[in-house]
Every structure is written in C-alpha cells, then in structure tokens.
C-alpha cells in the first residue's frame, strides 16, 4: 500500500514538474546573454526567410516556414522524419537547449516554439520580446546567422499537442472544450477583406493574439493574461484548442495557456484555412 502510494506521489511530482517546467519557458535578453554560447545552447531564428539581416550572434537561421508544406493547405507542419532531418543539418538537437526568437511580433517565434514542443524537444525557450528586445538591451549582433556542426534531431512527436479537423468538430458545443480565434476582431468576424470564406469556426471565441502583448512586444503579466482568457470562459479544465488562419499567430495564444500552466492545449494546425475550404463546414 505504501509503494502504491509513494509511486502515485512521484507519478504526480513529475506531472507538477513538467507543466511548471512548460510555464518557465519564457527567458529574458539578459537570462540569454548569460548562456548563448555554452556548447549546450542553440539559438534559433525562426522569422521569414528574407526577414531581419541583422541576427543574435551566434544564432541559426531555421525559417518556421521550413518546416512547413504549402500543400494541400498553406503552412501545414511536414512529416515528422523531414522537420527532424531540417532541424539536425542546422545543428538543433533534442539534447540542447534551443532559444526561439524572430524580428519582434512573437508569432513566429511561437510557432518554432510549439513546433518543437510537438516534435519532444523537452527544453525550448522563447527569448521574451524577441530581436527587439535583444537590440534594445544592446547585446552583440551580426549580419549573417551562423553555422552549426550538424546533429541528429530525434523527435518524439507528442499527439496531445495537435488537433485536427475531427476534434475540433468535436469540440464544438462540447462544454469540455474551448476553441479560440487568435485573429483580429475583424477577421473572425467577417468585415476584413479576405479571398477566402468569411467568418470563423462555429462558437469559437476570438482572442486577437496581439492582445496578449505589451507595447514592447514581451509577454502580459501571468495575471494579465489569466484575466483576459477568464473573460472569455476559458478555464483550465478544458482542452484548449487554439487557430487563426494558418495557426501561426494562434501559436502566441499556445504559449500564454502554457505559460498560466493549463494542462491541454492543442493548435489545430490545419487552421481556418482548412475548415473553410471544406465544403460541409459551417462558419459563423
């Protein structure tokens, strides 16, 4: 009875340890500066491609979009054995710590971030506000990223962090579930010009990421953000299921959820993108 009892207490410090582990995963420009060039550390630019020319030195350039199929949606995540292989050549493995961080916007960074999540990377940081933030604390810059030696990326991809169209038609109405539109309130609702359907998945709530964000681009105050998805209803015992319009910027929202340590968060990848291009599906 004692070892059931003990092997219950362990089973439930590790969960406690894991998800507070998920909520430290914001780390400042000087918290960066004190560790970027350990041997054990890997700093990662996941903006655009012919984004920022002016890189955190020492850092690689790995596009989010690289790790992305436009077909048969745009900005779908690829197979898992090809973002490994991409991620490996770049010098990025399982066993360093890697530090996400893009031009100031957070969304990109946070989509490397919940992409490597999924992938099993357990240590994955957020440099918090991101380039410009780095640039204002004046920390050493470079006009090219840098070459690492590669490695083996062994990924472990974790299904509880990906909804697809199945569950998300599951989740609505369902009580056990919040679904939420990171868009703007213009999008969700339907008035922004746009080629595709208007409108946003049926009893979704809209949460524009950028909401989530100071005036220097750094994450809200934990009591900031639990306010604002408190508002909205969403609690943490239910399964979150986050979007926009290729779940990039809905990756922001990810981030926050995991950062007031709620347990089930998942970013249905497929997006709006996905759902109304299928003909069956209702929009609001």
Request: hydrophobic share 40%; net charge positive.
């Amino acid at each position: 009875m004692k070892q059931s009892r003990y092997l219950l207490l362990g089973i439930v410090f590790f969960l406690t340890s894991l998800i507070s582990a998920q909520a430290q995963d914001l780390i400042s420009v000087n918290e960066l500066a004190k560790i970027s060039k350990n041997s054990d550390v890997v700093v990662v630019w996941a903006g655009d491609e012919d984004g920022y020319k002016v890189h955190i030195t020492g850092a690689v350039s790995i596009p989010h979009t690289s790790l992305c199929n436009n077909d048969p949606i745009r900005n779908l995540i690829k197979p898992t054995a090809e973002m490994a292989k991409i991620l490996g050549e770049k010098g990025v493995s399982t066993d360093k710590t890697i530090v996400v961080y893009d031009e100031g916007s957070g969304k990109y960074a946070n989509r490397m971030y919940w992409m490597l999540k999924y992938l099993g990377a357990p240590n994955v940081k957020v440099l918090d506000g991101n380039f410009k933030a780095w640039k204002a604390g004046r920390k050493p810059v470079t006009g090219s990223p840098s070459k690492v030696a590669a490695t083996t990326f062994n990924a472990k991809p974790n299904a509880a962090l990906l909804a697809n169209m199945d569950e998300v038609k599951k989740a609505i109405g369902n009580p056990a579930y919040a679904v939420i539109d990171a868009r703007t309130a213009e999008e969700f609702a339907g008035t922004a010009e746009t080629e595709i359907r208007k409108g946003h998945i049926p009893g979704a709530s809209n949460i524009n990421y950028e909401t989530l964000l100071d005036s220097k681009g750094m994450l809200k105050s934990k009591e900031e953000l639990q306010s604002i998805f408190k508002d909205k209803g969403i609690t943490s015992d239910k399964t979150a299921i986050v979007y926009c319009e290729t779940s990039v910027r809905a990756c922001v929202l990810y981030t926050a959820l995991k950062t007031l340590e709620y347990p089930k968060v998942k970013v249905y990848d497929g997006a709006y993108l996905e759902w109304q291009a299928t003909a069956s599906n209702s929009v609001e």
